[in-house]
C-alpha cells in the first residue's frame, strides 16, 4: 500500500514550472520548422522549381520509410541505454537537431546543373538522412522527455497541449508565409534554398532553447515512483519489440499516429487545390489557419476537459464524432467551390480533433505506465517511437501518395495546361480522404480504453511489488 500510496502522491506532485512548460513546448516550433517546410512544400518544389516527375519523388519518399521502420526502435532502445549527466533523452535531442537543419537546406538545394539521375539520388540520401537518422532521434527524445520530466498526469497533458499549440502555430506561420518568402527571396530554386536556411537556422536555436529549459528527474525519484521496481537491467531490442508488440494499446497509438500524419501528408495536395482550384495559392495559409486556429483554442480547454471528464477517452472519441459530421459540409463546400463554407467547417472539425493532439502524449505515457506494471521494465524510448514511426511513416506515405495522384494524373508541373483528370484527382484527395481518415480514427479511438485498464490493475494489485 505503500507503493500504492507513493504513486499517488507522485501524480499529485508538481514537477514543472511554467517557463519549464513553454520551453519544453518550444521544442515543437522546431521540430515544426523541418517537418513542415518539407511535407507542404518539398513536391511542389520539385516539381515545378526542378522539373522532376512527382510519381518518382513519391516512390522515393515511400522507400525511404522502410529505413525509418528499423531506426525508430533502434534509436528509441538506445535512448534507453542511454545514461548521461544530461540524462536519457536530452543529449539525443541536442545533437540530432545539427543534422535535421543541415540536410533539410539539402533536401532544398537540389544542384540545378546535375543530371536528373543525380539529382534524384541526391535528393533520396538528404530526405532519407534527415528522416530515418536525424529526425528520428530528435523526434523520440523529444516525445519521450514527457515521460522523463514530470509524472504528475495533469501536467504530461499541459505540456502535451503547449507543444501542440507551438507545433500548429508553426504549420500555420510556415503554411501562410512560405510561398511570400520565397518569392522575395527571388523565387525559383533560389528562393527556396533560402527559406530553408532561414527555417533550419531558426529550429536549430529554438530546439537548444527547448533542451536546456527542462531537466530530467533522478533515475532513483523515478524508480521509487513506479511501484517499488527492483534495479533493472537496460532492455535489449528484441524484448523492447515483444513487450511493445504485445501491448494492444501501443499498436493503437502507432495507427493513430499514422493516421493523424498520414493527412498530414497529404496536405502536400493543398498549394496544388488552392492554386488550381480556387485560383489563390496563397489561400493555403487562410485554409491552414481555418483548420489550426480551432485547434489552438481546443489545446487550451483540452486540460479542464481531460478533468471534468475524468479522463480522455470520452473527450476525444466525442471531438472526432464532432469532425466527421463536419468532414461532410467540407465535402459539400469543396464540390460547390463555396470558401465559406469549407472554412467553417475545417474551424469546426478542427475544435474537435484538437483533444487527441493536446493529450497523445499523455496517452503514450499511460501506456508506458501500462507496459511497466504488466511487464516490470522501462521502455519509455522505445514506446514512444510509436510517435516517430507515426509521424514519418504517415507522412510520407500521405506525400508519397499526393506525388503518386500528381503522376497517374497527367500532371507536368512545366506545363503550361494540365488535363481534366489532373482537377478531378486534386478534388478527389483534398476533400474526400479527410472524412475517410476521421471515420478510422473514431474506430481507433473507441478501442484506447488504456486509462481504463491502468485503474483496473490498480484495483486488482494493491501494493504489488514487480518481482
Known amino acids: 500500500m505503500a507503493n500504492q500510496n507513493a504513486a499517488s502522491s507522485a501524480s499529485e ?7 519549464n512548460k513553454v520551453g519544453y513546448g518550444s521544442g515543437d516550433l522546431a521540430a515544426n520548422c523541418v517537418y513542415g517546410l518539407l511535407t ?43 545514461h548521461s549527466k544530461m540524462g536519457k533523452a536530452r543529449p539525443w535531442m541536442f545533437w540530432s537537431q545539427l543534422g535535421n537543419s543541415f540536410f533539410l537546406i539539402c533536401c532544398f538545394a537540389i544542384p540545378l546543373d546535375w543530371g536528373q539521375k543525380a539529382q534524384y539520388a541526391f535528393f533520396f540520401i538528404s530526405y532519407t538522412l534527415l528522416n530515418a537518422i536525424f529526425y528520428t532521434a530528435n523526434n523520440i527524445a523529444y516525445a519521450s522527455l514527457t515521460s522523463l520530466i514530470t509524472k504528475n498526469t ?11 499549440m507551438f507545433s500548429l502555430a508553426t504549420n500555420l506561420t510556415v503554411a501562410s508565409i512560405t510561398m511570400k518568402l520565397v518569392e522575395s527571396f527571388g523565387g525559383g530554386a533560389v528562393g527556396w534554398r533560402s527559406v530553408a536556411i532561414l527555417y533550419a537556422v531558426i529550429a536549430l536555436v529554438v530546439n537548444t532553447i527547448s533542451v536546456l529549459s527542462v531537466k530530467e528527474l533522478p533515475r532513483e525519484e523515478e524508480e521509487e515512483i513506479l511501484q517499488g521496481e527492483k534495479k533493472k537491467e537496460d532492455v535489449s531490442i528484441v524484448k523492447a519489440l515483444k513487450i511493445l508488440f504485445t501491448n494492444k494499446y501501443f499498436l493503437l497509438l502507432l495507427l493513430i499516429y499514422i493516421c493523424i500524419y498520414l493527412q498530414t501528408g497529404i496536405q502536400g495536395i493543398a498549394v496544388y487545390f488552392m492554386r488550381d482550384i480556387l485560383g489563390d495559392a496563397n489561400l ?4 491552414t489557419m481555418a483548420q489550426m486556429l480551432p485547434m489552438i483554442i481546443g489545446l487550451v480547454f483540452t486540460p479542464m476537459l481531460v478533468s471534468k471528464f475524468k479522463g480522455m477517452y470520452k473527450v476525444n472519441l466525442a471531438g472526432y464524432c464532432l469532425a466527421f459530421v463536419c468532414r461532410i459540409f467540407f465535402i ?28 497523445i502524449n499523455a496517452l503514450i505515457s499511460s501506456t508506458t505506465d501500462y507496459a511497466y506494471k504488466k511487464t516490470g521494465y522501462h521502455v519509455e524510448g522505445a514506446m514512444f517511437s510509436a510517435s516517430s514511426v507515426g509521424i ?66 490498480d484495483a486488482d494489485h494493491p501494493g504489488m511489488e514487480h518481482e
Open 332 to 359: 459539400i463546400g469543396g464540390l460547390t467551390l463555396n470558401v465559406p463554407l469549407m472554412l467553417g467547417a475545417a474551424f469546426v472539425a478542427g475544435l474537435g480533433t484538437s483533444p487527441v493532439t493536446g493529450d
Open 154 to 164: 495533469s501536467e504530461r497533458v499541459q505540456v502535451g497541449s503547449i507543444r501542440f
Open 40 to 82: 507542404s512544400f518539398v513536391m511542389i518544389y520539385m516539381t515545378d522549381s526542378i522539373g522532376l516527375n512527382a510519381g518518382i519523388i513519391g516512390t522515393l519518399i515511400m522507400v525511404s520509410k522502410l529505413f525509418d521502420g528499423f531506426t525508430d526502435i533502434i534509436f528509441g532502445n538506445l535512448m534507453d541505454r542511454t
Open 392 to 457: 514519418k511513416v504517415g507522412g510520407g506515405v500521405g506525400t508519397a501518395l499526393a506525388g503518386w495522384l500528381l503522376e497517374a494524373s497527367g500532371y507536368v508541373g512545366t506545363a503550361a495546361k494540365q488535363p481534366a483528370s489532373y482537377y478531378a484527382a486534386i478534388k478527389g484527395l483534398y476533400l474526400f480522404f479527410p472524412l475517410v481518415m476521421v471515420i478510422v480514427m473514431i474506430i481507433l479511438l473507441s478501442q484506447m480504453t488504456v486509462e481504463k485498464a491502468n485503474a483496473k490493475w
Open 284 to 287: 493555403l495559409g487562410t485554409f
Open 13 to 19: 506532485k508538481k514537477y514543472l514550472k511554467w517557463y
